[in-house]
């Protein structure tokens, strides 16, 4: 059965504080690792990682993977209230589907 | 959204009713997804369709049926809802080319009530 944990589940910090969310996966026929972020809504996405080692960037934000160890992590530099949601992470499969971690809810207090 | 629509965005219902929710997509993307998101359990993929007429089984199918009869809607039946199915569920859809298919895009979500 294909399995994706994230951690920690919650997570509260203050403004400018830096955050590292953890995701481990174990997939059959694994093919990439996605994080989202939701607020409120619908999940939009952040990165998609197919590749180990190799450090996606967008902003403040920050995306690895580690395919031999499975596991990616998330880092969020100079938090801003705005950063407040669940992120949740996805491993996609050949098979065309992804499981979803129960997502890590991060508040960014002011 | 992406060119996602879902239909009804809100609906309460009785226990034992059917009900069918639609997703409609604008993109014409090969793959569509139902999945139901509950406290504590962020998405679980219910059904999935990689064409029209080809569908499979995810995590949480027990309950639900699914039908794509043309490239743009995907619907989701519930046969008899029970409260167990109270839920939001979000439709998401992807491309089939290249790595750009797997990234999902996702519908506003319906909020189901089962009373």
């Known amino acids: 059965e294909d399995k994706v944990v994230q951690s920690p589940l919650s997570l509260v910090v203050h403004e400018g504080d830096t955050v590292t969310l953890n995701c481990s996966y174990e997939?059959?026929?694994?093919?990439?690792l996605l994080w989202y972020k939701q607020e409120k809504k619908a999940p939009t996405f952040l990165f998609m990682l197919t590749s180990s080692g190799i450090e996606k960037k967008s902003g403040r934000l920050s995306s690895i993977l580690d395919k031999k160890e499975l596991f990616s992590i998330l880092n969020i530099t100079a938090t801003q209230t705005g950063d407040s949601a669940i992120y949740l992470c996805?491993?996609?499969?050949?098979?065309?589907?992804?499981?979803f971690g129960d997502g890590t809810t991060l508040t960014v207090k002011p | 959204d992406a060119g996602i629509t879902q239909s009804p965005r809100h609906k309460v219902t009785e226990t034992g009713t059917p009900v069918t929710l639609r997703c409609h997509q604008t993109?014409?993307?090969?793959?569509m997804y139902w999945y139901r998101q509950d406290p504590g359990h962020g998405l679980r993929l219910i059904h999935y369709?990689?064409?029209?007429?080809?569908?499979d089984k995810g995590e949480v199918s027990d309950g639900y049926s699914v039908s794509r009869s043309k490239t743009e809607d995907f619907l989701l039946t519930l046969e008899s809802a029970t409260s167990s199915q109270t839920s939001v569920y979000f439709c998401?859809?992807?491309?089939?080319?290249?790595?750009?298919?797997?990234?999902?895009?996702f519908g506003a979500g319906t909020r189901l009530s089962v009373l």
């Open positions: 997939v059959t026929n694994f093919r990439s």
């Open positions: 369709s990689y064409g029209v007429k080809d569908t």
């Open positions: 996805a491993a996609h499969t050949n098979a065309g589907k992804s499981t």
């Open positions: 998401a859809i992807s491309e089939s080319y290249s790595r750009a298919e797997n990234i999902q895009y």
């Open positions: 993109e014409n993307h090969r793959y």
